[in-house]
């Protein structure tokens, strides 16, 4: 299970360290009663194994909507993410009309996803939102970066796996 790997969990707001069964099971459960529609793509390997995810909460009558992701260590540095970001931005935006802004709130530590946002074509909206975030007993800045549905996006192509 990728969600012991603390790499990821450090960097998810509301997943706790260690991850385990029991937090997964009341997440599904969660998840079945929410009334709001809830987006949540899988990434696979081409086997169908589990390497990350993607998903947001939509509130229909908003027009912005905020998401998160991550993806497994032994993924990172293909542009898997970046491509990941863009498809399921592309969804939302057809999906659900009235949304016309993406935006995520990335760690300020966190250069690694900020990277894969400004690939994917969002752009950087702010400076440091100091302790914006409060994860266990510890604040956190962040930064924001956004895509809306008229922004042209880059085109970005999966690299080669890592030693191959």
């Known amino acids: 299970m990728h969600l012991v790997d603390p790499s990821i969990t450090d960097n998810l707001l509301i997943v706790p360290f260690p991850y385990t069964e029991e937090h997964a099971d009341f997440w599904l459960d969660l998840r079945e009663q929410d009334t709001l529609p809830y987006t949540f793509f899988a990434i696979r390997r081409s086997d169908g194994f589990l390497i990350g995810s993607i998903g947001a909460s939509v509130e229909e009558s908003k027009h912005s909507c905020e998401f998160g992701y991550w993806l497994a260590a ?79 996006v880059p085109l970005v192509e999966i690299k080669a796996a890592r030693g191959k």
């Not at 935006?93 to 009235?98: A, E, K, P, S």
């Not at 894969?116 to 975030?133: D, M, N, P, T």
């Open 74 to 152: 032994e993924y990172r540095g293909m542009s898997l993410t970046p491509v990941a970001i863009q498809v399921y931005c592309k969804y939302m935006f057809q999906q659900f009309h009235l949304i016309h802004r993406m935006h995520g709130y990335v760690f300020a530590h966190n250069d690694a996803s900020a990277r894969a946002l400004l690939k994917a074509g969002f752009v950087k909206e702010s400076g440091i939102l100091r302790h914006y975030h409060k994860k266990g007993e510890q604040y956190i800045d962040a930064i924001v970066y956004s895509l809306l549905s008229t922004d042209e």
